[in-house]
């Protein structure tokens, strides 16, 4: 168990619906990140929350809304998403930031994310 | 074009087997590099990391190799078991950056 949870596992949902993806950190951790990984392709860094301020959003389009209320817990808001956006979804958290490397990153399970 | 390159993209060997993934990379300069593994349905999970002074590390029955001059990176796996099928994704830390430049992963599968 690495220390970070994601739920739900599996989500399934429509284009004109609104979900939210949690993720929860039991690490004592300062910073929290959302990746996107699509088949095939590389992880891409969504969000970066260091003491709960948000970092970097790599141009991530508006319709995925993160939120940070604590270090220990991160959404990911969704609303109009589209079948591009079926993905697995993964949260992760660090020390601090991994700026120039150094901290160790732990994943959570991720969220299977199916748009129809 | 993707700064960190993995090959192959897919592998099958027989359990007991060896074999060698590799990732080259045109991050520089850099922090570190880093090996994951992802099996179906979980995150990536941590198995090496080296700074760019270092030529190899292992953990088990895993070892990594970095040339920084090649800028190459490999991962061999020893003996392998039907629990090292799983995608060993390639990392690169940029240096004071926070970026990290993913490779798309090599999807190994152990036959017995």
């Known amino acids: 168990e690495t220390g970070v949870t994601q739920t739900p596992r599996h989500l399934v949902m429509g284009m004109t619906n609104k979900k939210s993806l949690k993720c929860e950190q039991h690490?004592?951790?300062?910073?929290m990140y959302w990746y996107k990984q699509s088949a095939k392709k590389p992880l891409e860094l969504m969000f970066v929350?260091?003491?709960?301020?948000?970092?970097e959003n790599n141009s991530v389009p508006s319709r995925f809304s993160p939120e940070c209320p604590n270090s220990s817990h991160l959404f990911l808001h969704l609303h109009t998403l589209q079948p591009e956006d079926s993905a697995l979804y993964l949260c992760?958290?660090?020390?601090?930031?991994?700026?120039?490397?150094?901290?160790?990153?732990?994943f959570g399970p991720g969220t299977r994310l199916t748009v129809t | 074009k993707n700064q960190v390159e993995q090959s192959p993209q897919s592998l099958i060997i027989l359990e007991g087997k060896n074999c060698t993934l590799q990732c080259n990379y045109t991050v520089s300069p850099f922090s570190n590099l880093r090996w994951y593994k992802q099996d179906t349905g979980r995150g990536p999970v941590s198995l090496t990391i080296m700074t760019f002074s270092e030529n190899t590390k292992s953990n088990g029955r895993y070892t990594a190799t970095l040339d920084a001059d090649t800028k190459q990176s490999s991962l061999h796996i020893t003996a392998s078991q039907l629990s090292d099928s799983a995608s060993y994704i390639c990392v690169v830390i940029p240096y004071n950056n926070n970026d990290m430049r993913f490779g798309a992963g090599t999807r190994l599968t152990v036959k017995p």
């Open positions: 992760a958290s660090s020390q601090d930031m991994v700026r120039g490397g150094g901290y160790e990153q732990y």
């Open positions: 690490l004592g951790h300062n910073a």
């Open positions: 929350y260091s003491l709960e301020e948000r970092v």
